[in-house]
């Protein structure tokens, strides 16, 4: 079917992405003969999972600087490399990133095969097609949100908004994008398929206009682009409730190093209460007994719910309690995720 579909070519495509890439930090111009640095690649993508190319491209640039090479990353203490991710939320991607760049440095280099990458710490499917693509020129199509998009929109994928209906259209996209890769080009076609989804079919008022497979785009056709894809409805976040303390000795916070898996796993926080689904009325979980006052409340999104955390704060000069330790605050403030620099700030 894609063979007989001009208007919907890897050609097209291509033209259209050798005129109008965007021009990135981690990439390489289109038709450049010699392939990029996979560990820019695979730093650019695990950045960008989970937010977007102006939020992550000062991160990429800072990580760059600091660590040129995945042997420089390996080498850096988990401590740096969390305290440097700070913003970019979802630590344990930045914990699966340390992790993955020691394996690397001890392989002596990422591998050149899906498989390879697939058994690397934190690297998914759509990951290790997208450094397979770019950095190794393998024929493979990384396939994510926007392009799930394009395709959809494309080919009239997707009108089963029930997860498993989704589930099948999400199969069949993928097949029908890994039909068409170039194999001389598969690097370029994975970043214009990005490019194309990304800022031209966007999900809301989408600029066919400027889309190279205008013509050939069956949602267009219809007048309906942005019934595809039908995704199954979102379910409301559920809301967490619990109780953070700021204990302060002059220039010092207490903070507790949460454990190393689970959300946050590794970082360092105030101390404080179970995040739990009722509402906790009373104060609970201060590490120790002083005259704690309230400061406000902290609120944070995460993935899959949404948390409130009352903040107390007190001063009350001691030594720090087993599984604790005295940070200085600018200290504290760096190393904390969002949600703890949202406590910090309301108390310091």
Known sequence: MLESSPDLSADSLLAWYDRHARDLPWRIPPG??????????????????????????PYFLKFTRLWPRVEDLAAATIDDVTREWAGL?????ARNLHKCACAVAELGGFPETIDGLLALPGIGPYTAAAIAAIAFRIPVAPVDGNIERVISRAFAIAGDATPKGWAADKKQISALVNEIVPPDRPGDFAQAMM???????TPKAPNCMLCPWMDGCLARREGAQEAYPAKPQKKPQPERIGHAFVLVDGDVVLMERRPPSG????????????????????????????????AGEARHVFTHFRLTLKVWQAQKPMS????????????ALAAAPTIGRKVLKLAL
């Not at 820019?40 to 190319?53: A, F, G, K, P, Y």
């Not at 490019?195 to 079919?201: A, E, H, N, R």
């Not at 720090?320 to 200290?331: I, L, S, T």
């Open 263 to 294: 959300l946050l796993g590794g970082m360092l926080m105030p101390p404080g209460s179970d995040w739990l689904e009722t509402a906790q009325m009373t104060r609970t979980g201060a590490p120790v007994e002083a005259d704690w006052q309230e």
């Open 195 to 201: 490019d194309l989804g990304s800022g031209v079919c």
């Open 320 to 331: 720090a309690p087993q599984g604790m330790e005295w940070v200085n605050h600018e200290e």
């Open 32 to 57: 450049y003969p010699d392939a990029p640095d996979p560990y820019r690649v695979w730093l650019s993508e695990i950045m960008l999972q989970q937010t977007t190319v102006p939020h992550a491209t």
């Open 89 to 93: 939320g979802y630590y344990a991607r």
